[in-house]
């Protein structure tokens, strides 16, 4: 399609706008393929399960479409009360959207992990959902065909059509453009719904409680995998700044299960937790764009998981 072609398409094509999300397998690449499409960090990526707890949104503005990312935790199969709570969250999450994304390693045969989500997505006959193969950087072009017909199979087995079928590498790069381009279409007609400097819609806390939770999670994921949630308690300016020189201080709790738990965090002379502290705040200074004086305490919350009122209590 020529230049002027393209220019008098976007002209009368009405602006779409809408919700995606993206599902698989914890490690599937979701939230690395959020960051590549809104182009900045706002997804909180680990190479651990289970380290996205809200619904983080990123936002990609193009001219002809808005689309909002919604990633909702990983499904998996329940064992405690916050499990099922996770879960009641992914399956509203994925009846409210407009696109699923459904995203399957090019490195990882599809396991019953995968057939699991693909056969609760089967179940909501309405959304069209696309197929994305991720990781494309780690294979050959052989063994990645053989991932693109394996995907296909399965969704006629469960007897519903992929709308698209796309292999993409976030990490380079590859075909995450054409991926937006595919997504756009499938968006229903309506103006941006949200402003175009916006990149999130998560509340800063909430953001900045991820990111301290991820620097937190950072060496100690063997020994604390889960039973790390944080709060941050309150953001202020510090009074009496020049105005051309701010500085934020954020009061954070770090929360653990068990008494047990605290040494790991805060490491032998407190030098754990010191490491968290300048970590983190490096990425919230990058997300706020503010000088950041970050004051955190660890503290215990016995077996937060299982009790509903300190789960409401941390957010959840």
Same mark, same amino acid.
């Given at each position: 399609?020529?230049?002027?072609?393209?220019?008098?398409?976007? +002209? +009368?094509?009405?602006?779409?706008?809408?919700?995606?999300?993206?599902?698989?397998?914890?490690?599937?690449?979701?939230?690395?393929?959020?960051?590549?499409?809104?182009?900045?960090?706002?997804?909180?990526?680990?190479?651990?399960?289970?380290?996205?707890?809200?619904?983080?949104?990123?936002?990609?503005?193009?001219?002809?479409?808005?689309?909002?990312?919604?990633?909702?935790?990983?499904?998996?199969?329940?064992?405690?009360?916050?499990?099922?709570?996770?879960?009641?969250?992914?399956?509203?999450?994925?009846?409210?959207?407009?696109?699923?994304?459904?995203?399957?390693?090019?490195?990882?045969?599809?396991?019953?992990?995968?057939?699991?989500?693909?056969?609760?997505?089967?179940?909501?006959?309405?959304?069209?959902?696309?197929?994305?193969?991720?990781?494309?950087?780690?294979?050959?072009?052989?063994?990645?065909?053989?991932?693109?017909?394996?995907?296909?199979?399965?969704?006629?087995?469960?007897?519903?059509?992929?709308?698209?079928?796309?292999?993409?590498?976030?990490?380079?790069?590859?075909?995450?453009?054409?991926?937006?381009?595919?997504?756009?279409?499938?968006?229903?007609?309506?103006?941006?719904?949200?402003?175009?400097?916006?990149?999130?819609?998560?509340?800063?806390?909430?953001?900045?409680?991820?990111?301290?939770?991820?620097?937190?999670?950072?060496?100690?994921?063997?020994?604390?995998?889960?039973?790390?949630?944080?709060?941050?308690?309150?953001?202020?300016?510090?009074?009496?700044?020049?105005?051309?020189?701010?500085?934020?201080?954020?009061?954070?709790?770090?929360?653990?299960?068990?008494?047990?738990?605290?040494?790991?965090?805060?490491?032998?002379?407190?030098?754990?937790?010191?490491?968290?502290?300048?970590?983190?705040?490096?990425?919230?200074?990058?997300?706020?764009?503010?000088?950041?004086?970050?004051?955190?305490?660890?503290?215990?919350?016995?077996?937060?998981?299982?009790?509903?009122?300190?789960?409401?209590?941390?957010?959840?």
């Amino acid at each position: 399609m020529g230049a002027m072609s393209a220019r008098t398409l976007e +002209n +009368n094509a009405p602006h779409r706008a809408g919700f995606a999300c993206f599902v698989g397998r914890p490690n599937a690449g979701k939230s690395t393929l959020t960051n590549a499409l809104v182009g900045q960090k706002v997804a909180i990526t680990s190479n651990r399960p289970q380290t996205t707890r809200h619904t983080v949104r990123g936002i990609v503005h193009r001219e002809d479409a808005q689309l909002i990312l919604v990633d909702t935790p990983g499904l998996h199969k329940p064992r405690t009360l916050l499990g099922e709570r996770l879960n009641d969250v992914v399956r509203t999450t994925w009846a409210e959207v407009d696109v699923i994304g459904f995203c399957l390693p090019a490195d990882q045969k599809l396991g019953p992990g995968d057939k699991f989500i693909i056969k609760e997505l089967a179940g909501i006959k309405k959304t069209p959902k696309i197929a994305i193969i991720t990781k494309t950087d780690l294979v050959n072009s052989k063994t990645l065909r053989e991932q693109l017909l394996a995907v296909s199979r399965l969704g006629e087995e469960l007897g519903f059509q992929w709308a698209e079928i796309i292999p993409v590498s976030a990490v380079k790069g590859d075909q995450v453009d054409l991926l937006a381009d595919l997504i756009a279409p499938l968006l229903p007609e309506s103006p941006p719904l949200y402003p175009e400097g916006d990149l999130t819609d998560e509340p800063e806390m909430v953001m900045v409680a991820e990111l301290i939770r991820e620097a937190a999670l950072e060496g100690v994921r063997d020994e604390l995998p889960h039973s790390i949630a944080v709060v941050v308690e309150e953001m202020l300016p510090r009074e009496d700044r020049p105005a051309d020189r701010p500085l934020l201080d954020i009061h954070a709790n770090v929360y653990i299960e068990r008494p047990s738990q605290k040494g790991i965090i805060i490491g032998p002379q407190g030098k754990r937790l010191k490491e968290v502290g300048t970590k983190s705040r490096k990425h919230i200074e990058a997300l706020l764009g503010t000088p950041v004086f970050l004051d955190l305490h660890v503290k215990v919350a016995k077996d937060w998981q299982r009790d509903p009122k300190q789960l409401r209590k941390l957010g959840f």
